[in-house]
Nanobody, 120 residues
Framework: QVQLVESGGGLVQAGGSLTLSCAAS????????MGWYRQAPEKQRELVAT???????NYADSVKGRFTISRDNAKNTVSLQMDSLKPEDTAVYYC??????????????WGQGTQVTVST
């Protein structure tokens, strides 16, 4: 069972920056996708950004040009640099690791979440 531990959330003014980090308890090498999701109050959890084992990245339209995802397989970490933050970015941010198994169902692992609050 992979454990994911997030850090770096907090309170920031609009226009500011925060960096979230997520450390995995096991190696992040292999067929997997690491990413960040968020959930605002009374809303469904949504994808923010992903980073695959091949190096490809994917961003939600709402964060393109403002957020940057990166991963370090040597340290088993994935990070999310968030710039030009807006109040609508306020949410609990969750780290995700999806292990891909060819011909079988993938397995998702989640962190406990970290709160990001952007004030006006």
């Amino acid at each position: 069972q992979v454990q994911l531990v997030e850090s770096g959330g907090g309170l920031v003014q609009a226009g500011g920056s925060l960096t979230l980090s997520c450390a995995a308890s096991e190696s992040t090498l292999g067929l997997n996708i690491m990413g960040w999701y968020r959930q605002a109050p009374e809303k469904q959890r949504e994808l923010v950004a992903t980073h695959s084992w091949s190096g490809s990245t994917n961003y939600a339209d709402s964060v393109k040009g403002r957020f940057t995802i990166s991963r370090d397989n040597a340290k088993n970490t994935v990070s999310l640099q968030m710039d030009s933050l807006k109040p609508e970015d306020t949410a609990v941010y969750y780290c995700n690791l999806r292990r891909i198994r060819i011909g079988s169902k993938s397995t998702d692992y989640w962190g406990q979440g970290t709160q990001v609050t952007v004030s006006t």
